[in-house]
C-alpha cells in the first residue's frame, strides 16, 4: 500500500492550490456562496471512512485497545491543534479580518504540523482496504481543500501576492509527505498495525465533532434553508458508500489467505 498512500498524499498536496480558482470573479462568488455546503459533504465522507476504520479496529484486536487507540488520536489531533490554535480556519471566504505577516507565519506553521498529523492518518486507511483508502483521501481533501482557501485568505491579507501565498501554501502542503513516511516506519512492526488503525480513526473522529460538525450546524444556524446542508451530508456517505461498493478489495489479509490457497494447492500438485 506504499504507492496508493503516497498517491493520496500527493493529491491531498493539490488542495493548497485551491486559491487559482480566486483569479475567476465567478468561481469566487460560486465558492463563497457553497463553501458551507462543501464542509456539510465532507461531513458525510469523513463520517464513512471513521466509522469503517473502527469497525476494521474492533475486527482485528480487542475493543479496548482499539477505545484507547482510538483515545489516543483523539488526543493526538487534538495536542496539535491546540499548539497553534489560529492554523485552522472553518471561515467563509469572504469573511475579511485584519492579518499581520506574524499571523501568515503562525497560520503556515500551524498548517505545517497538521499536514504532519494527515499524513500519519492516511497510512492506516489504506491498510484497511484500498476502499476505505479512497474514501479517507477524498474526505481529507475536501477538508483541506475549504482549510486552504482560508488560509489563502489569510496569506493575502498579510500582505502576501496571490503567487506567494499559492507557492507557499504548496511547499507547506509537503510536509503531508513526513507524516507518510513516519506512518509507514510504524507499519513495519506487523503487531501495530490495528493500533494505528484505531488511532487514525480517533484523530479522524476529532475532525469531525471538533471541526467539520460545529462548522456545518453553525452554518445551518444562520441559514433560513437547512435543507442542503442535510442532502449534502447525505450526498457524502452516499458517495463514500459508492466507492466501498465500486473500488476493488485489497484487504491484506485477504491478500495472505490466497497465498496460502496457491502454496497449498502447489503442494498438492507436487
Do not use: C
Request: zero cysteines; charged letters at 15%; a negative charge.
Amino acid at each position: 500500500m506504499v504507492y496508493p498512500a503516497l498517491v493520496s498524499a500527493l493529491i491531498v498536496m493539490l488542495a493548497s492550490l485551491a486559491g487559482i480558482i480566486f483569479a475567476s470573479r465567478r468561481l469566487e462568488s460560486w465558492v463563497d456562496r457553497h463553501l458551507p455546503l462543501l464542509v456539510s459533504f465532507s461531513v458525510g465522507v469523513l463520517g464513512v471512512s471513521t466509522y469503517g476504520l473502527f469497525v476494521e479496529g474492533i475486527e482485528h484486536t480487542s475493543l479496548l485497545i482499539v477505545l484507547v487507540a482510538a483515545l489516543g488520536g483523539f488526543a493526538f489531533v487534538q495536542i496539535a491543534s491546540l499548539l497553534l490554535p489560529d492554523a485552522h480556519h472553518h471561515h467563509e471566504a469572504s469573511e475579511v479580518h485584519p492579518h499581520s505577516p506574524i499571523d501568515a507565519r503562525r497560520i503556515l506553521a500551524g498548517d505545517a504540523v497538521h499536514n504532519v498529523t494527515d499524513g500519519l492518518l492516511l497510512v492506516p486507511a489504506f491498510l484497511v482496504d484500498i476502499r476505505v483508502g479512497i474514501a479517507t483521501t477524498v474526505g481529507v481533501f475536501l477538508h483541506e481543500l475549504v482549510q486552504e482557501i482560508s488560509e489563502f485568505f489569510i496569506l493575502r491579507r498579510a500582505g502576501y501576492s496571490t503567487r506567494q501565498a499559492l507557492v507557499r501554501n504548496f511547499i507547506v502542503s509537503g510536509s503531508i509527505l513526513i507524516g507518510v513516511a513516519l506512518s509507514f516506519m510504524l507499519t513495519s512492526i506487523e503487531s501495530i498495525e490495528p493500533v494505528l488503525i484505531a488511532f487514525a480513526a480517533g484523530g479522524f473522529l476529532f475532525i469531525l465533532i471538533r471541526d467539520l460538525v460545529p462548522s456545518t450546524v453553525a452554518s445551518m444556524k444562520k441559514a433560513t434553508n437547512k435543507r442542503p446542508y442535510i442532502v449534502a451530508i447525505v450526498l457524502g456517505i452516499i458517495a463514500m458508500s459508492a466507492v466501498g461498493v465500486l473500488a476493488p478489495h485489497s484487504h491484506g489479509e485477504e491478500d495472505g489467505h490466497d497465498d496460502e490457497l496457491s502454496q497449498s494447492h502447489v503442494s498438492e500438485t507436487a
